[in-house]
């Protein structure tokens, strides 16, 4: 599964690209908002940190002008993923856009039925939210289930993009249910690094090599 980030954040990103581990990037207008620049100018500047696909999401309702903006932000780098809510005007500019060999990610998907019609129109990704919807007392992983079934029933190339991610089990629950991408913000990904043991392991081994060698650099003996 690869692992995108979910923020519009530059120092975040910076960090999550160090660590090697971040395979792109998504986006929505909340994030972009956050961060104070116009969206084109914000995306610039995350497509030359992250070298991978980044979601740039249109903030029209209708679809006649999402084809426009949609146009416009693919313009931006040959990595941008144009993405559109899956409404009616979402599918719509979503079936015109990617005839025109535009990548679509259609996002704000809350069920199997509506991840079918993201495919029908051409989709390269969909976004199923897992949190918000447990956040209704449904099972977002399931969603994720039964989306990842019906495509491979019928060999579908969209890509399963588990979204709304809230925690390290989100991220492991999505991975076992098949989905191609996993994004989540970085304070997910960085709890991804914990674990009680690991901690206590490097402390161990540290002590008992200091108690021999006195914490000489490794190759000066
Ligand atoms: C996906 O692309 C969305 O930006 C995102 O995952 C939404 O997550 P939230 O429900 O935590 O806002």
């Known amino acids: 599964m690869k692992i995108f980030l979910d923020t519009a954040n530059l120092d975040e990103l910076k960090k999550g690209a160090a660590w090697g581990v971040v395979n792109g990037v998504t986006t929505n207008p909340t994030l972009i908002a956050k961060e104070g620049n116009a969206i084109e100018e914000q995306i610039?500047?995350?497509c030359d940190?992250?070298?991978?696909d980044i979601s740039a999401e249109v903030v029209s309702t209708e679809s006649a002008q999402m084809i426009v903006d949609g146009r416009k932000l693919a313009r931006i780098h040959k990595n941008v993923v144009v993405k559109v809510p899956l409404t009616r005007d979402g599918i719509t500019a979503c079936s015109t856009l990617s005839k025109e060999g535009i990548r679509l990610n259609v996002t704000l998907c809350f069920s199997a039925a509506q991840a079918i019609l993201a495919a029908k129109a051409g989709a390269y990704i969909v976004s199923p939210f897992v949190g918000r919807v447990d956040d209704i007392g449904w099972d977002g992983s399931q969603l994720i289930r039964d989306i990842v079934?019906?495509?491979?029933?019928?060999?579908?190339?969209?890509?399963?993009?588990?979204a709304s991610l809230r925690t390290s089990l989100h991220v492991t629950d999505s991975a076992k249910a098949g989905a191609d991408i996993g994004t989540m913000p970085f304070k997910v990904l960085d709890m991804m690094f914990n674990h009680p043991l690991t901690d206590k392991g490097v402390?161990?081994?540290?002590?008992?090599y200091n108690k021999v060698f006195q914490a000489e650099p490794v190759g000066t003996r």
């Open 44 to 46: 610039r500047k995350i």
């Open 49 to 52: 940190i992250v070298d991978g």
């Open 149 to 162: 079934l019906i495509y491979s029933n019928y060999g579908i190339k969209t890509q399963v993009l588990a």
């Open 203 to 208: 402390e161990t081994f540290l002590k008992d």
